[in-house]
């Protein structure tokens, strides 16, 4: 198969590197001001202007009409330079699901300003009791009057903080066990009933727990009632993405790493001279390529078949979790006890990678789901 870009492709690769080159690195980035709630940063209005927030949805919503491989570049290179920016989690999942299925006047009070860089959103779907599985939901959503009544809880809702909206899944009881239907919410900030707990997460990015007590929403806060299908392919689109941004990371690591061992002398000779050292940074450099072809094949697979695609999907993360975790325990090892230190530049990307493995259903979770399928198969 071929693998090369397109003219349209490099010149995107070219600019989001340069773009990134821009960026503080992050151990700097701890100087930089706080941006009030609900505000944008300057780089977000960035990525607004060069079309890079229109580039993952279709035309017919007003996107661009990018492709798996366009967003893998984009993720990539955001990686490489561990951007802070919620492009994931503030854009690309939220903003999938709006596409997927939100009606004209829910699309221009939400998805439009989004793309224009107006706002971010968020997605609250992970529950204490459900582990990674989306479907396994015990917030529920009830009839109340014109419009619902939810109840519950939701864990590690990222960008929440800055949200002008969260999407919330809940489940509508039906008349019957088997009934029960997976329903989307749209609930703004400071929503009577709705309690909110920040705090930063081990690479630093803001999260938030929600609990939602007898709050009450109007018939248009719903998304859809039966949501279930567009949240498996929007996930999909996630996770491919998710594994793009961490082998740039990787690739980042790697980079430090080997840099870092040409510098540093013992002896008086590099460390990049010894045998021992150079196998090391060849397993490195083999985990970051094999990771590297399961996101091209996770970039490939979004228009598969549900049943192909997800099980693609899943091999991908899964892999690249555990090659993720290995690129960053090696590198943190091979810069010695300062690979620890804050001011070192290549522990910030060991926390990114080591928090990647846990973000959309760790290693072990996806590696079940593979076993479950060739079980059925």
Same mark, same amino acid.
């Given at each position: 198969?071929?693998?090369?870009? %397109?003219?349209?492709?490099?010149?995107?690769?070219? #600019?989001?590197?340069?773009?990134?080159?821009?960026?503080?690195?992050?151990?700097?980035?701890?100087?930089?001001?706080?941006?009030?709630?609900?505000? /944008? %940063?300057?780089?977000?209005?960035?990525?607004?202007?060069?079309?890079?927030?229109?580039?993952?949805?279709?035309?017919?919503?007003?996107?661009?009409?990018?492709?798996?491989?366009?967003?893998?570049?984009?993720?990539?290179?955001?990686?490489?330079?561990?951007?802070?920016?919620?492009?994931?989690?503030?854009?690309?999942?939220?903003?999938?699901?709006?596409?997927?299925? +939100?009606?004209?006047?829910?699309?221009?009070?939400?998805?439009?300003?989004?793309?224009?860089?107006?706002?971010?959103?968020?997605?609250?779907?992970?529950?204490?009791?459900?582990?990674?599985?989306?479907?396994?939901?015990?917030?529920?959503?009830?009839?109340?009057?014109?419009?619902?009544?939810?109840?519950?809880?939701?864990?590690?809702?990222?960008?929440?903080?800055?949200?002008? +909206?969260?999407?919330?899944?809940?489940?509508?009881?039906?008349?019957?066990?088997?009934?029960?239907?997976?329903?989307?919410? !749209?609930?703004?900030?400071?929503?009577?009933?709705?309690?909110? *707990?920040?705090?930063? #997460?081990?690479?630093?990015?803001?999260? %938030?727990?929600?609990?939602?007590?007898?709050?009450?929403?109007?018939?248009?806060?719903?998304?859809?009632?039966?949501?279930?299908?567009? !949240?498996?392919?929007?996930?999909?689109?996630?996770?491919?993405?998710?594994?793009?941004?961490?082998?740039?990371?990787?690739?980042? *690591? /790697?980079?430090? #790493?080997?840099?870092?061992?040409?510098?540093?002398?013992? &002896?008086?000779?590099?460390?990049?001279?010894?045998?021992?050292?150079?196998?090391?940074?060849?397993?490195?450099?083999? @985990?970051?390529?094999?990771?590297?072809?399961?996101?091209?094949?996770?970039?490939?697979?979004?228009?598969?078949?549900?049943?192909?695609?997800?099980?693609?999907?899943?091999?991908?993360?899964?892999? /690249?979790?555990?090659?993720?975790?290995?690129?960053?325990?090696?590198?943190?090892?091979? @810069?010695?006890?300062?690979?620890?230190?804050?001011? /070192?530049?290549?522990?910030?990307?060991?926390? @990114? !990678?080591?928090? &990647?493995?846990?973000?959309?259903?760790?290693?072990?979770?996806?590696?079940?789901?593979? *076993?479950?399928? !060739? *079980?059925?198969?």
């Amino acid at each position: 198969m071929d693998f090369s870009y %397109s003219d349209e492709q490099r010149m995107l690769a070219e #600019t989001l590197e340069r773009l990134v080159a821009d960026q503080p690195a992050p151990e700097r980035r701890a100087s930089q001001p706080d941006l009030a709630a609900g505000q /944008c %940063s300057p780089l977000w209005h960035t990525f607004a202007e060069l079309g890079l927030l229109h580039m993952p949805f279709d035309e017919s919503v007003g996107g661009l009409g990018g492709d798996g491989t366009d967003l893998m570049i984009t993720m990539q290179a955001l990686g490489h330079g561990l951007v802070p920016e919620p492009y994931l989690a503030g854009l690309l999942l939220p903003g999938d699901l709006l596409a997927r299925l +939100a009606d004209a006047d829910q699309r221009a009070r939400w998805l439009t300003p989004l793309l224009e860089g107006e706002h971010q959103l968020a997605l609250a779907w992970q529950e204490s009791s459900a582990r990674y599985d989306i479907h396994a939901i015990a917030t529920s959503a009830q009839r109340h009057g014109n419009g619902w009544r939810l109840d519950g809880s939701k864990q590690l809702v990222m960008g929440a903080d800055a949200a002008a +909206a969260i999407l919330v899944t809940a489940r509508i009881a039906g008349e019957h066990p088997d009934a029960d239907r997976l329903g989307i919410f !749209l609930i703004p900030p400071g929503t009577p009933g709705l309690t909110r *707990s920040d705090y930063r #997460t081990m690479d630093g990015q803001p999260a %938030s727990d929600l609990i939602l007590e007898s709050v009450t929403l109007d018939g248009q806060a719903c998304l859809s009632e039966n949501a279930a299908a567009a !949240l498996d392919a929007t996930f999909a689109v996630g996770i491919a993405a998710l594994c793009a941004q961490a082998v740039g990371a990787m690739q980042s *690591s /790697c980079e430090q #790493t080997l840099a870092f061992l040409k510098e540093r002398r013992q &002896f008086g000779t590099p460390l990049s001279t010894f045998q021992t050292l150079q196998h090391r940074m060849v397993d490195m450099h083999l @985990h970051l390529e094999q990771a590297r072809s399961m996101a091209i094949l996770a970039a490939t697979s979004l228009d598969r078949p549900a049943p192909e695609r997800d099980y693609r999907i899943a091999a991908a993360k899964a892999y /690249c979790g555990e090659a993720a975790r290995f690129v960053a325990e090696q590198a943190i090892q091979l @810069h010695g006890a300062m690979g620890m230190t804050e001011e /070192c530049l290549v522990s910030h990307y060991a926390k @990114h !990678l080591v928090m &990647f493995d846990h973000y959309l259903g760790d290693s072990d979770y996806h590696l079940e789901y593979v *076993s479950e399928h !060739l *079980s059925a198969a």
